[in-house]
């Protein structure tokens, strides 16, 4: 007998329902035993910073530039993510270190405000801080700084006695291993400090460091000029080290002085030591590189391979470096869990002290990229840097984005990837953005950021608003540094009048265009405020 047609479809339909269920429960199961095995089997990411000096936001060819080819930096790029609008949160080194480190703009520092600091200044970040390599030790990885420290020595009450034990330092704020160097290249003491010593020194040749006046017999470059590789200006004109005249005055420590043409080279030796080391557990790798910081001195075989003069070859030699980084990590099997971070401390500068011909022979090398200023200024230029991030097991490959970025960021952000937390009252300019870093949020969480120049003049972005207040009291010195003469704009780093720029029209901040929108100033003038007062968390 035939079944009724009613009844033969409710048969179907509930076969049509058992069988969905079945497949939505075992869909369930499966993504469940996939979490299961993500939050299992991934174990924490090392992290690697390579944090370089005076990279500009044009000078790799991963963000434009056409002359110097940075085939590893792009290399980088392509397997991750490569932001535009990054932001260093100073346009000088210390105080972007100093924020990277404790997720506060370094203009928070109620004693040094601006702080370049010479290698015989006390150290900068209070011992015990909460800071980025402290966290990441207290969540269990082994936490490594080496190249350039910049952020002071000892505590300030005593004069630092490098024959001694140099402390405080970097590992009483958070490394367990230090091999750096201590302030800039172009300054004393010219030596590598390894944890709290200076390295290869010889007790019989004890090293004593001056920024006041001369030591001993040591040649000053302003009276010696024929012992010089490369002319220097006056601020540079004091002891000779390896041919090149220095910031500040230096005796003894012979074995000890670094060979500038090396100074790459030892970096590396060091990072991939320490990557060996310690491949089998969770690291953090701070690589603070000299490159391409004054003086420009890259080893022989970097000469002339940019075709834009030595600081584009200390480019090519910075390429070199993080290349090494990358076969190393490949080699030893940790590239895919591996966050890399690559960036810079500031914008480009192409003369600094040193008459080395990094101008005249820039060949059309647009070390800016375009944006408005240098080094030093509140412009564009002197704060948006290169910022690209890899980590193959979460980021997708290949993308760009155009959301903002501050490297005061890192802290909150580190602290979410790696499942610590911040305590209140610290770090308050730092943003969580970990959805933004790993590329998995098309929405702009940050959409402000102060820009920090020389002399603590301030400016601010937010969305495509530029807004800088006029500065000229306290805006002393850029004029004539790393500016090609010229360039009639950079006449404008001392700002007389306020000036609001909008970046989409106007990416090179030419036309002030206050006087149409002087609420928008208004509007921008009062949000820096509230910033200064209650940082950006
Ligand atoms: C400046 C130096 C400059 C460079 C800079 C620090 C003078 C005139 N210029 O004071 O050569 O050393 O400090 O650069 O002394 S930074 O990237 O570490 O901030
Ligand atoms: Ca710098």
């Known amino acids: 007998m ?28 499966s993504q469940k035993t996939q979490t299961a095995q993500t939050s299992c089997s991934q174990p924490k990411p090392n992290i690697v910073l390579i944090l370089t000096d005076d990279l500009g936001w044009g000078d790799v060819s991963c963000y434009g530039a056409t002359k110097i080819q940075t085939p590893n930096i792009d290399r980088l790029a392509a397997g991750g993510i490569r932001f535009t609008n990054g932001y260093a949160p100073s346009s000088t080194c210390t105080p972007t270190r100093y924020a990277i480190m404790t997720g506060q703009y370094g203009w928070r520092q109620s004693t040094r405000r601006t702080g370049i600091l010479d290698g015989d200044a006390p150290l900068a970040i209070a011992p015990g801080s909460f800071t980025l390599p402290a966290m990441l030790q207290q969540a269990g990885y082994k936490t490594a700084l080496v ?4 952020l002071g020595l ?4 005593t004069v630092v006695n490098f024959n001694d034990k140099i402390a405080p330092g970097p590992l009483e704020v958070g490394f367990d291993q230090a091999f750096f160097i201590p302030a800039t290249v172009d ?15 010889a007790p019989a040749d004890p090293i004593r460091v001056s920024y006041r006046g001369p030591l001993g017999n040591e040649p000053a470059g302003r009276d010696h000029p024929e012992m010089l590789k490369v002319p220097a200006d006056n601020q540079h004109a004091d002891v000779v080290i390896n041919g090149i005249s220095r910031i500040g005055y230096m005796t003894g420590g012979q074995d000890a002085r670094w060979v500038d043409e090396n100074i790459t080279d030892t970096l590396a030796d060091r990072t991939v030591t320490f990557l060996e080391q310690n491949k089998d557990r969770p690291f953090f790798l701070y690589l603070g590189t000299h490159d391409p910081h004054v003086p420009h001195m890259p080893h022989p075989r970097f000469r002339g391979k940019s075709g834009c003069g030595i600081r584009g070859d200390a480019i090519v030699q910075l390429d070199w470096l993080v ?6 990590l490949d080699t030893l099997g940790v590239a895919d869990n591996t966050l890399v971070i690559f960036t810079s401390d500031n914008g480009p500068v192409l003369f600094d002290g040193y008459f080395d011909g990094s101008l005249e022979d820039v060949n059309g090398h647009q070390p800016a990229g375009g944006l408005h200023g240098w080094k030093y200024l509140v ?3 002197g704060t948006r840097v290169p910022l690209i991030v890899r980590w193959p097991a979460k980021i997708r ?3 760009t984005t155009d959301q903002m970025f501050c490297l005061v960021d890192l802290l909150s952000t580190c602290a979410t990837i790696t499942g610590q937390s911040i305590p209140p009252d610290t770090a308050i300019d730092s943003m969580e953005l970990s959805d933004v870093l790993l590329g998995k949020t098309d929405r702009q969480i940050r959409n402000a950021v102060i820009q920090h120049g020389i002399s603590d003049t301030l400016s601010i972005r937010q969305a495509d608003w530029k807004f800088i207040p006029a500065n000229a009291k306290r805006q002393t010195t850029g004029i004539g540094r790393g500016a090609n003469p010229k360039d009639q704009r950079f006449a404008e780093s001392i700002i007389t009048e306020d000036l609001l720029f909008n970046l989409a029209d106007d990416p090179a901040e030419t036309k002030n265009i206050i006087d149409q929108h002087p609420q928008k100033a208004k509007q921008l003038k009062s949000l820096m405020e509230k910033i200064e007062q209650y940082g950006h968390r």
């Open 2 to 29: 035939k079944k009724p047609k009613k009844q033969k479809q409710s048969v179907i339909y509930i076969l049509f329902f058992v069988a969905c269920v079945l497949v939505l429960w075992i869909t369930g199961c």
């Open 147 to 150: 190249g350039k420290w910049h």
């Open 323 to 328: 290349g090494k980084v990358m076969s190393t």
């Open 397 to 399: 490959s290949g993308t």
């Open 187 to 201: 300054r004393v003491p010219c030596v590598f400090i390894e944890n709290h010593h200076v390295a290869k020194l």
């Open 154 to 157: 000892g505590d300030g009450k």
């Open 379 to 381: 412009y564009e230029g």
